[in-house]
Nanobody
Framework: QVQLVESGGGLAQPGGSLRLSCAAS????????MTWARQAPGKGLEWVSV????????YYSESVKDRFTISRDNADNMLYLQLNNLKPEDTALYYC????????????????????WGQGTQVTVSS
């Protein structure tokens, strides 16, 4: 079965960096788009970034653009999110998710376009 396991979260200072990882198994990883989303306490899900099969095809929300970088290693079935210049408002539980085959760049922010989710990794940004 599909399994997604996030790691790499932790406590960082404002302006600091973290690298999140998502280990994927149970499906042909290279065939699917993958996304990172986050949820802060008391708030709804916020889409962070998506990467399609062609790993040069990536999109970001405005709140993280130019600070976060999504990438994938299809040989190792790994998804990554590099978080730079962290801000307190980046504090959230970060999830990776597997896209459905019909996912396109126009609808990457729709929850129904993802069929499997990890358990999340906590990122806390505080001085």
């Amino acid at each position: 079965q599909v399994q997604l396991v996030e790691s790499g979260g932790g406590l960082a200072q404002p302006g600091g960096s973290l690298r999140l990882s998502c280990a994927a198994s149970g499906f042909i990883f290279s065939n699917y788009a993958m996304t990172w989303a986050r949820q802060a306490p008391g708030k709804g899900l916020e889409w962070v970034s998506v990467i399609f099969k062609d790993d040069s095809d990536t999109y970001y929300s405005e709140s993280v653009k130019d600070r976060f970088t999504i990438s994938r290693d299809n040989a190792d079935n790994m998804l990554y999110l590099q978080l730079n210049n962290l801000k307190p408002e980046d504090t959230a539980l970060y999830y990776c998710a597997k896209g459905r085959p019909q996912l396109t760049r126009d609808i990457w922010r729709i929850r129904a376009m993802y069929d499997s989710w990890g358990q999340g990794t906590q990122v806390t940004v505080s001085s």
